[in-house]
């Protein structure tokens, strides 16, 4: 094998070319096989990370290549070794070396040379226009020379620097192109660099689906070529972050430091991988963990001189030590300086390091220096996708701090448009909630002011603007995929025997990761889901809503600063009611379903008063609203960490029919849905429970023409053809609802778990469904006040309303009520209103009391 062969199998399949290398020099090799031999391992230990033994090796070959007389292969060596003297911290001597070869040269040989110092500038040294001076004239130079590998390399190099100059689409061009030309030529080490690089110009553009498709297709390459890959991970890390998903996030960057630690020891790219243990480490609160991660890289990349990864360290540092409340006045003068280095090292990231700046120097009451920073900041909010966010809300403190109350306001609305706006291009529904987080300043700044010193359909307008942000997209619909398929049905499958009697014998351990395999492969293939067109819905309007409302009652709560406010809309008008500390709400929350949930699985409330513990629920959650409620019905929009109220079992709402929705809008366009022209009502009997096909079987003498699913016959591929565009769909099924996981809260079906990914499957949701289960109307707070769950899957996906409960309840006491409830259903009465007909009859007997005030009814 010649040199430029065993330099091709270097960069393609590294652990193949270390042992050949090996092999070479162990056999007595000439100075040429020498050069070539050491050129491979050093190629391999850079990429590797082990650049101090790059170096080692790199220097032995160029003193092999010197005695072999061969000026090309040379300089080919000493611009390696330029390149890895630079990633050693010894940047003058590696660019020195750098300059000295590519001097005077053309053809292929100064394309090649150019290449490495195109990636010096680039990459390490944040010099972009001189790295794409080089990129731009090693492509001409390489293109149409026949040899498509090196070409390949100067496309990518050129795209890298485009991609670092804001030229998203011209470098994934290029991308594209030396992807296609690495594949052709069998390098797959640098096909999965490029697919990598693609990832990155995605998330660039804001295409978080394609970013961690790519970025999957890059990981799954370099696994099947025992390759560890620093940038990939830390890229990875970038877009899980970006998507809220800071779990996911902390495990792949853990991981790979933890592969890195075991493989290389401490490496000069162990510095990037830190960087984003850091920024993880504190999007997930652990701020003091962030803070040594930050300054741990820091002084790596100080070391290594290289500045602009350097200023990315330190400002992740800056903002934990921010977010821990440290207030020093030397945090306000590196701010200063970091902003001035980052202005000419990364405009965009200049941006956030001027927000943070003015905010410190706001907290200091330093108003000269705040005006200074937040502007340069809020000039930046018309530029790219990077930057809006941080621009709109710098302009909003800016107009805060001016007195002008209208234009901060103006600013956090169309702040609130552009993570729309970003939202919109997410597919998976887990992406989208938890990317709402991203505006959770600019509404709570916009609600606190109106709270203070706005009226109170100001109130209500911009908690409905923050609530519609993610409800207002079209639902997520996962694309036709038989692999989704295949595994959800493995999943369902391996659950089902992990319940059974036989596989508990022979232990659970091998099963439980499978299954947690299984899990991570569905949430890795629907996050890949791309975003769903669809018409943007009206907006919110206060007449619409009073116009609707009839004799009912809207309550909207609102937490701001962590004190509960309410908006009432009755009686054609709308009022502001400050109820309390949110904290006192949850406590009595959770104290009140303790109670219920023993009183309706019939095991008795023991001394607790239900009625009393009621009573200071009602108290904490509505303060004296009730006062302003008109004689009909009553709405309750709750916040996410209120969503599981037994609000029937409040006093005030008892005999009242009581429907929950997430929004006022949402409310609105569930009223306007469409029920299916014919009727189909599908009633679905699940296993093991303690009352056996009781409640489907006298349920299906109410609607003689229903289809029943029962006795072995409600299987998952089965329910859901069933109830897809049914009119009426009942479910008489245990439920379990997941926290850890709230997407894969389920109801049991025959073959195992019905998910909320199997219902995300739907052509169309059922109209109105009955969720005869337990804990059905749980969600999982996420993101921005945002709930994930069984019940907002189907409000999302268009069901009308849905009838869950709040707790574990009795088979046996479920059964009377159920037949209740389709009772005045048949007589033509809504969700909420046949609900609050069972709990007026069902009064004198507890357990079946209190398995009615267990029930909600959500939607219209």
């Known amino acids: 094998m010649d040199a430029d062969e065993l330099h091709a199998l270097a960069l393609s399949r590294p652990a193949d070319a270390l042992r050949l290398a090996r092999d070479v020099l162990a056999n007595n090799p000439s100075d040429a096989e020498a050069a070539a031999a050491h050129h491979a391992a050093g190629l391999v230990h850079r990429d590797f990370g082990d650049i101090d033994e790059a170096v080692v090796e790199l220097k032995a070959a160029y003193r092999a290549v010197r005695r072999a007389a061969d000026p090309d292969r040379e300089a080919e060596i000493l611009a390696t070794l330029g390149v890895a003297l630079t990633m050693a911290g010894h940047t003058e001597r590696g660019l020195a070396a750098l300059d000295a070869v590519v001097a005077g040269r053309g053809g292929v040989l100064g394309g090649r040379l150019l290449i490495r110092r195109a990636w010096v500038h680039g990459a390490l040294l944040g010099r972009y226009d001189e790295a794409l001076a080089d990129a731009e004239r090693a492509v001409v130079l390489l293109t149409d020379s026949g040899d498509l590998v090196w070409q390949a390399r100067a496309l990518t190099h050129r795209a890298m620097v485009l991609l670092a100059m804001g030229a998203i689409e011209r470098a994934d061009q290029d991308y594209a192109l030396s992807e296609e030309l690495f594949a052709k030529c069998g390098q797959q080490a640098e096909y999965a660099d490029t697919r990598q690089a693609r990832g990155a110009a995605a998330f660039a553009r804001g295409d978080l689906p394609t970013a961690l498709l790519y970025l999957d297709d890059a990981q799954q390459v370099d696994e099947e070529l025992g390759i560890l890959e620093p940038d990939l991970y830390a890229n990875k890390c970038l877009v899980l972050l970006a998507a809220g998903l800071t779990r996911e996030a902390s495990a792949e960057i853990d991981g790979a430091l933890d592969r890195i630690e075991e493989q290389h020891g401490s490496t000069a790219r162990r510095a990037e991988l830190l960087l984003c243990a850091g920024l993880a480490a504190h999007a997930s609160g652990s701020l003091d963990l962030a803070e040594r991660r930050s300054r741990d890289a820091l002084r790596l990349f100080r070391r290594q001189q290289r500045p602009w990864w350097a200023a990315r360290a330190e400002l992740s540092l800056l903002q934990s030590r921010s977010a821990g409340g440290v207030r020093a006045t030397s945090l306000v003068h590196t701010g200063r300086r970091l902003s001035a280095e980052l202005d000419e090292l990364d405009p965009d990231l200049a941006v956030e390091a001027h927000l943070l700046t003015g ?336 409640e489907v079987q006298r349920l299906a003498e109410l609607y003689p023409g229903a289809v029943v699913l029962a006795h072995g016959k409600a299987t998952a591929d089965v329910v859901l053809e069933a109830i897809d565009g049914a009119s009426l769909v009942h479910v008489a099924a245990h439920g379990t609802f997941r926290a850890d996981s709230p997407l894969f809260s389920a109801l049991e079906l025959d073959d195992g778990p019905l998910t909320v990914y199997d219902l995300e499957r739907l052509e169309r949701a059922p109209h109105r469904v009955v969720l005869s289960s337990c804990s059905s109307a749980l969600g999982g707070p996420s993101g921005a006040d945002e709930l994930l769950g069984l019940v907002s899957a189907l409000i999302a996906l268009g069901s009308a309303g849905v009838v869950a409960s709040v707790v574990p309840v009795s088979d046996r006491a479920t059964v009377p009520l159920m037949l209740g409830l389709h009772g005045r259903l048949r007589a033509g009465d809504g969700l909420a209103e046949a609900l609050a007909w069972n709990r007026t009859s069902a009064r004198d007997r507890d357990s079946l009391r209190a398995t009615a005030q267990s029930f909600i009814a959500l939607g219209a």
């Not at 800016?398 to 234009?407: C, T």
């Not at 706005?454 to 694309?479: C, D, H």
């Not at 049905?489 to 036989?502: F, G, V, W």
């Open 359 to 694: 905010r410190l120097a706001l907290a200091r009451d330093d108003r000269a220096d705040a005006v200074r920073h937040l502007s340069v900041a809020a000039g930046a909010r018309n530029r790219g996708l990077r930057t809006r966010g941080a621009g709109w809300l710098a302009k909003a403190l800016l107009e805060q701090g001016d007195g002008r109350s209208r234009a901060m306001l103006a600013a956090c609305r169309r702040g609130l448009s552009l993570i729309e706006i970003y939202v919109r291009t997410l597919g998976a529904t887990e992406l989208r909630v938890l990317a709402t987080a991203q505006g959770a300043e600019l509404a709570a700044l916009a609600l606190r002011y109106v709270v203070q010193r706005g009226t109170a359909r100001q109130v209500l307008e911009w908690s409905e603007r923050w609530r519609a942000t993610v409800l207002a997209i079209p639902p997520v619909r996962p694309q036709a995929d038989g692999s989704l398929v295949a595994d959800l049905a493995a999943l369902r499958n391996l659950t089902h025997r992990m319940e059974s009697s036989h596989d508990r014998r022979h232990g659970s351990g091998p099963l439980h990761r499978e299954r947690r395999r299984l899990e991570h492969a569905v949430r890795r293939r629907v996050l890949l889901t791309p975003s769903a067109a669809g018409d943007r819905p009206d907006p919110f309007r206060i007449a619409d809503l009073l116009a609707h409302l009839g004799d009912r009652s809207l309550i909207e709560l609102t937490d701001v600063d962590d004190q509960l406010h309410a908006v009432v809309v009755a009686r054609g008008r709308v009022r502001r009611v400050p109820i309390g500390p949110t904290a006192v709400a949850t406590h009595r929350l959770s104290h009140t379903l303790f109670a219920l949930r023993r009183e309706a699985t019939g095991r008795g409330a023991g001394e607790l008063d239900v009625d009393l513990i009621a009573d200071r629920l009602e108290t904490a959650l509505l303060g004296d609203v009730v006062r302003y409620l008109d004689d009909g019905a009553v709405i309750v929009v709750p916040t996410g960490r209120l969503h599981a109220v037994p609000w029937s079992l409040l006093p005030s709402l008892r005999h009242r029919p009581t429907s929950v929705v997430p929004s006022a809008a949402a409310w609105l366009r569930a009223r306007n849905a469409v029920a299916p022209l014919t009727e189909r009502v599908v009633l679905v009997g699940g296993p093991h429970l303690s009352t056996g096909a009781e």
